[in-house]
Every structure is written in structure tokens, then in C-alpha cells.
């Protein structure tokens, strides 16, 4: 993320676009999601920019779930990791400075650190060689009963001014207080050049089930994608966002050769991207920015049209404002519950605000159960 002068990102006040105009935002595939103008009523006839985000689909009703002052600054990514047999349900945080990955459990009111193995501090992290201090901004996991923990960072905190993005996988069962990662993939090279502190923001993983059931295009080949090409790539591909382009790429990553394959680039269309999160259950890849973006998420979806221009690639689906109950706080992650945990339709949402507004930086709401779009 990056810090922003106060008032330099404007609370939206076009949260209630005109019926006129939310239209214009077909419910099909789009190639761009600029701002329409239309023209605002009881205006003095010039056109005014509206934004073409829809309303929340949630509920609305944002309210806090972590222990005041947890997390001082810089909680910046979640992933959550639904109850397995006999195993809770866990809420993964990633705090970007200083490093480290949280283990968080529900205790009925809040998440909180898990205080068994380690966990109670957060656990401290450095890179492969056991050196510098990954700032990391996302989380992810592969599937289920995975205990491997991926994270994506953009530079080394320590040498804060040199852009360095990094996916890195971590021992989610080690008990030490400090891990190193068991694999970095330094894709830097393979990156635009970014400012250091608009690099690597956001990280999924889809399985490759998904992807070849969609008909997934593998840009590096222009061919259907095809798993059986890429080695030791863990059944899926690994998904990262970039803050400085709002830009998604697809890689396939090798973890015995430790090599990469970039498959796709895809737009967010948002300008700034801070966390992805693929519901695995219903196909939708959430992607959320912050205050730079008045925290409006995207959801894309492969294009399965026969013969559209865009087929077998992730498009936008969907935009929409943030919930209307949220104000404009810096929320740089995002996560998704199961069906399992569905309520009268309802399943909750997490954001973390790497800024601790009000002395929190956890807040849930909703998105609708099912394929809802
Ligand atoms: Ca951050
Ligand atoms: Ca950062």
C-alpha cells in the first residue's frame, strides 16, 4: 500500500449512482470499466463523472472482529482456511512491517492470535536464506489439508528503497516463533519495474480443475492451458497483484526447480489492486482495492462464450463500491468464507485495514451466497 496525505482519497459520495447509469454496467463481460458520464439531476446541465460501480451486494452491516489495537499498522493481507475434521476454522493475517503471519481463531466475538505453537506474536519471517524481512502483502494456501503458506511481498524492509517481488512459501506447522521460507520466487525480473512500495499487494491460488473445466488460455503458449506442461507446479496456478498497475498475472511456479512460467496477464481494471481472493466454490475471483479506489472490488470470471474475442480470459464480471457501512479505510486484504457457512443467504467477508482505524483492523461483512452475478 501506500500512505497517502490526509484527504488526498476523497470519501466517494457517488456510492448511488443514478439508476440511469448503473445500467450502463451490463451484466455481462466488459473490456473496460471507465467512469460513464451521465448527467446529475438538478445539475446546471453539465455532465458529471458517476462511478459504474454497483452497490455492495453484502449485507452492509460492517462491525469490527479483532481485539482493539492488535494490530497497530500494517495488517495487510487474509486468507481464510475453513474448519477441516477436528481443525478450527482459520483466519491468516500477513503484517507487511514487521514481517510475519498471524494465526487467528475465532473466539466467538473476535479472531484472535492462536496462543499454542508459536503462534501468539505472530511468527517472524525471513527469506530462504534465512536473511532480510519479506514485506509482505498477501496470503494465500493451495488445497485443502495444504499446510504450506504462501505469501507474496514487494521489497526487502531491510532495504526498503529497492523493489523486490517475492512469492514466498512458508511451514504453516513449524513451532518456532521465526521461519524461514522453504522456496522464494523472485519474479522481478519478470515484472514491470515498479516504486518499492508498489509492488506485490495480492496473491490467490486456482486449482487447475477450475481452470481447464473454464477453458483457461495459457498466454505463453496461446493454447488452451495444459497442466501436464508445467512440473511440480502444486495443482494450480499462482495468481499476484501488482499496486502500481492494478495488474493480475498468472504463474505456474516449480517448486522442486524453483523456475516460473508467467500464463496470463489480466486487467483488474481497478487502478490499484491490493488482494486477491478466488472462491473456489463458486468460480469468482475477487479482486480489492483500498482507499486509492474508494475500496471498490472487481469480480472476474473466465469468458466461457464460444467465440468471443476474450475466451478462455479472466474478465470483469462485476464492480462494486465497498460496503456502504465501510468507510474509505486503507483495506489491503480480503477473504472469503465457504458455502458451508452460509446464513439466509449470506456468507461473510473479511478486510484488513493496514491503517487500524479506530483502533481496528478486521472488520467483516457479507457477499451473497452461490454463483449471485
Ligand atoms: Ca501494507
Ligand atoms: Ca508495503
Redesign the pocket.
Known sequence: ?VHSASGSSPRSNDSSAPAACARIFAPVLIATLSLCSCSASGGAGGAVSVSAFQAWPGQNAVATVDLADTFPSNL?GLFYEPAQGAAPAVLWGVL??PSKIYRLLDNGKNWASDTDRGWAAGKTLHYASGLGSP?T?GITKTGAGSTVLYTAS??DNENKGVSRLVVSMFDGNSASATINAQRDWDLTSNLPVMGA?FGLEAITWIPDAYLVSHGFIDESKNEPYDPARYANHEGGLFFVGIEGNGTIYAYALDHIGGGYTRVATIASVNPRIMDLNFDREVGYLWAACDDSCQGRTNVLEIDTRPGSPTEGKFNVRHGFERPSTMPNINNEGFAITPEASCASGFKSVFYSDDDDTNLHAIRRDSIPCGAFL
Open positions: 500500500m495487510s507487511n512491517g514485506d502483502e514487494e521489497r512500495n
